[in-house]
């Protein structure tokens, strides 16, 4: 996604400014100007490295009190503490607080990608779709917090992680629309997945828990699924020639284009159906 524009005030610029001397003034402490420059003296190659070491270091100890704390509990202070840094580092590696959690939606939505299961050709394309959404509603259920952090700037959806997750579904989407399964279009049908998942683990989240009633998910679930597919394949023959005679077959029922559009169409469509 693209970041979030950051005002700094000059009062935050400042603060910033005043922090990081501090810490280059001093030597002592958790040794964060060591961390950020570790590797110097062997070359710019080495520090990168060290640098994106520990600002990888930082993510995992923020997502870490995400987690067990909650978001209030996410200041730049406990962070650097948890890390093992000095808090002017947590500036030199993000700009700000939020750009912190930037990288800790981020980092979600890498997890979650990671744990994504990809089957380029599954035998039950409706049961691919099944298990696609359980993984993200469980994913979501497992990591209320951090779920809630990816999902809480419509901007972050922008983020490679998650662009490169949209593509999997997206995948899943073409396989359905290509067995003729497809009941809407596919952006539409990507809009209605991921909106039921993303909702149905938010309205869990916000219930008390002697109301989480199981049947919730399941009933989203299906609801998405009849509302996206069609029961049975639309084309029972699998490629062009097999959707062509489908649709050849629905034309005289068409009154929409006129008879010289019908003719036209009826001819490509003969072609194609001649392929199979």
């Known amino acids: 996604m693209p970041p979030r524009s950051r005002a700094r005030d000059g009062a935050a610029a400042a603060a910033a400014a005043a922090a990081a001397a501090a810490d280059s003034d001093s030597g002592s402490g958790s040794g964060s100007g060591s961390d950020l420059e570790s590797g110097s003296g062997s070359g710019s190659g080495s520090a990168v490295v060290g640098r994106e070491r520990t600002r990888q270091r930082v993510i995992e100890a923020a997502a870490d009190l995400l987690a067990r704390e909650g ?6 202070r406990a962070v650097a503490v948890a890390a093992g840094l000095q808090p002017p580092a ?3 590696l993000f700009g ?3 750009g912190l959690l930037e990288a800790v939606a981020e980092h979600g939505f890498a997890t979650f990608l990671a ?4 089957d380029p050709d599954p035998q039950d394309l409706i049961e691919d779709l099944r298990a696609g959404w359980d993984l993200a509603v469980e994913f979501g259920l497992a990591n209320p917090a951090l779920y809630t952090l990816m999902y809480s700037e419509p901007t972050r959806v922008a983020s490679p992680a ?3 997750g949209m593509e999997i579904l997206m995948g899943r989407i073409r396989r359905l629309a290509a067995g003729g399964r497809l009941r809407v279009d596919e952006e ?3 809009t209605l997945i991921h909106a039921t998942a993303r909702g149905a683990v938010l309205t869990w989240l916000s219930l008390p828990e002697d109301r989480r009633n199981p049947a919730l998910l399941t009933i989203l679930r299906e609801s998405m699924v009849a509302a996206v597919t069609n029961e049975e394949p639309a084309v029972q023959d699998a490629g062009p020639a097999g959707a062509a005679r489908a649709l050849r077959a629905t034309l005289p029922e068409q009154t929409i284009l006129s008879g010289a559009e019908q003719h036209l169409l009826r001819e490509w469509l003969d072609r194609l159906a001649s392929d199979g």
């Not at 978001?71 to 730049?76: E, L, N, P, Y």
């Not at 744990?115 to 990809?118: Q, W």
């Open 96 to 98: 700000d607080k939020e």
């Open 71 to 76: 978001r209030d509990a996410v200041t730049t």
């Open 162 to 164: 998650f662009k490169a």
């Open 188 to 190: 539409l049908a990507a």
């Open 115 to 118: 744990a994504k299961r990809v």
């Open 90 to 92: 947590i500036y030199r």
